[in-house]
């Protein structure tokens, strides 16, 4: 892929860099001509600096309202109107703008936006992170802005439209599967606590593709003996609840997610947001769920991608609205990924996923499960079917230093020496050899994946919430306070046993399965159940 030399990446007199906009090639990345009906308007996202750092004290404090939030932390109406004076001269125009989340939705033709931001924008095909191939809009190098944004525009999301993210669900062939479960077994294995349903509470679900058919929904939930839940589809930058009609495809994580809370946690409302998969779309995505009236208890995500194939100002944007997530009193669930400790790249050495990653998220990991006659845990390894049937993710963070409430569990120790942030925090069963029985499409199935372990802890944070009358937020303080190196806190299962790759389990914390499984009735009592 090269730039045409009337538009170069380089930035023109009068323009700033714009740091951590440098994007390599995408994958397999060629040139190829436009379809006429694509179009040559497109829609991107900046992200504009804070009035204030938001400090990590205000994280674990009371929660903040959407209005303080805004006002203290949000964008500067002043940086608004300095970023549309800015743009106008290009002829680009604001489509919409709000301050708490500090996103500014931009037009513009791809003259505009070149001229713009300095840049190259191609129509091309590259790789799909989940295979095939896809066109999208393409660009590489460095980003600029005029010079009077400097400092003003934290990141420019949006421009190049190629797959952010790939949903980290496994679907088998039923003569794979040795045992499935209801996600209601799986509440009673991990004991989830008594009483609590979900009643008052709110989750959301981020999807980047896929839709679901509410037939499905009913019947599903009809066969489980529980009340079909509350479910509303959220449209987020023009993407809608479109289900493909392909069981092993997006289709199949939105059902999966959605009939793992609703099971869980029945009575909460659950509000699913389909944005595009692009950085922009699964940023704006978890910004309009995190800013939603009513506040959700947890946002639970299944898509990600290894942190190498993310730009740092996507990174940056994605961890700020985790941050923002956790100034609010929301805990984010996040899984793991499902490509064991390689994340899918090809050179051999250990890659975490993004967002799991981030300090602000409960990266989820997986298990394999077995239960006995009575449904109790009879065993429980971490999940690695090998290179063709997927493992957990898990490992060290080459992005994000050691967060402070994760130093007491050494995970230095534990992953032989490197020092992060460590991934996963959690874990629950995802092999899909043992996994969940979902219908898709009009068809029971099975599947697995650590997508299936977020919406299990976005359900039981949500009945912890319902159980103490208190927000978790960043739940890692309160997960992690008891913790030590080799032991593990009160409410979890160790995983003692398995690898996925690069790392083994072993006492206490470890980069596969984290803390352990859940026990939820056990951690209603640690956090203080009403």
């Known amino acids: 892929m090269t730039n045409t030399p009337e538009t170069p990446n380089a930035a023109p007199t009068g323009r700033t860099p714009l740091p951590g906009s440098e994007r390599a090639a995408a994958p397999g990345a060629r040139a190829v001509a436009r379809p006429a009906d694509t179009g040559s308007r497109i829609e991107a996202t900046l992200v504009l600096r804070?009035?204030?750092?938001?400090?990590?004290?205000?994280?674990?404090?009371?929660?903040?309202?959407?209005?303080?939030?805004?006002?203290?932390?949000?964008?500067?109406?002043?940086?608004?109107?300095?970023?549309?004076?800015a743009l106008a001269a290009h002829g680009v125009e604001i489509v919409s703008s709000d301050l708490a989340s500090r996103r500014v939705r931009i037009a513009g033709t791809v003259d505009q936006l070149q001229s713009a931001f300095g840049t190259t924008l191609e129509w091309a095909e590259s790789d799909a992170p989940a295979g095939g191939t896809v066109a999208h809009w393409h660009r590489t190098g460095e980003l600029s802005v005029p010079s009077e944004l400097d400092g003003v525009v934290s990141a420019v999301l949006g421009l190049d439209t190629r797959p952010q993210a790939r949903a980290n669900f496994r679907a088998v062939s039923p003569e794979a599967v040795d045992t499935s479960y209801t996600p209601l077994q799986l509440g009673t294995a991990y004991a989830f606590p008594a009483n609590t349903d979900g009643s008052g509470r709110t989750v959301a679900i981020i999807e980047l593709g896929g839709g679901f058919e509410a037939s499905d929904l009913d019947t599903y939930f009809s066969g489980l003996g529980v009340a079909s839940p509350t479910v509303t589809a959220v449209s987020v930058d023009g993407t809608d609840n479109k289900p493909g009609g392909d069981p092993n495809g997006a289709d199949g994580e939105v059902a999966l997610d959605i009939e793992v809370v609703g099971a869980l946690a029945p009575a909460a409302t659950i509000l699913v947001y389909f944005a595009p998969n692009t950085d922009a779309g699964f940023v704006d995505a978890v910004s309009q769920a995190a800013h939603a009236s009513?506040?959700?208890?947890?946002?639970?995500?299944?898509?990600?991608?290894?942190?190498?194939?993310?730009?740092?100002?996507?990174?940056?944007?994605?961890?700020?609205?985790?941050?923002?997530?956790?100034?609010?009193?929301?805990?984010?669930?996040?899984?793991?990924?499902?490509?064991?400790?390689?994340?899918?790249?090809?050179?051999?050495?250990?890659?975490?996923?993004?967002?799991?990653?981030?300090?602000?998220a409960l990266a989820c990991g997986g298990t394999r499960l077995e239960l006995d006659s009575s449904g109790a845990v009879s065993s429980e390894t971490v999940w690695n079917d090998g290179s063709n049937g997927g493992a957990t993710g898990g490992g060290v963070s080459d992005t994000y230093p050691l967060p402070d409430w994760q130093q007491p569990v050494d995970v230095s120790a534990a992953s032989g020496g490197k020092s992060g942030r460590g991934v996963p925090d959690v874990a629950a069963v995802a092999d899909p050899a043992t996994g969940y029985k979902v219908r898709v499409d009009g068809n029971d199935t099975v599947i697995g994946g650590t997508s299936a372990v977020a919406p299990l802890w976005a359900a039981l944070i949500t009945r912890l919430v319902q159980a103490s009358g208190k927000p978790m937020g960043l739940a890692q303080t309160a997960l992690y306070a008891q913790a030590g190196k080799g032991t593990v806190p009160t409410g979890f299962r160790d995983i003692t046993s398995g690898s996925n790759g690069a790392y083994s389990a072993a006492a206490g914390w470890d980069p596969c399965t984290g803390l352990g499984s859940p026990n939820g009735t056990a951690l209603a009592e640690v956090i203080g159940a009403k």
Do not use: C
């Open 50 to 85: 804070r009035r204030a750092e938001l400090p990590e004290s205000v994280l674990r404090g009371a929660p903040l309202s959407r209005d303080e939030l805004a006002s203290r932390y949000g964008a500067d109406p002043a940086d608004v109107e300095r970023v549309s004076q």
């Open 294 to 360: 009513p506040t959700p208890d947890a946002i639970s995500i299944s898509w990600g991608q290894s942190e190498d194939q993310w730009t740092a100002q996507g990174r940056q944007s994605m961890d700020d609205a985790f941050s923002d997530a956790a100034a609010l009193g929301i805990t984010v669930t996040v899984a793991a990924g499902d490509n064991g400790s390689g994340d899918n790249e090809s050179d051999g050495k250990p890659h975490v996923d993004f967002p799991a990653s981030s300090p602000h």
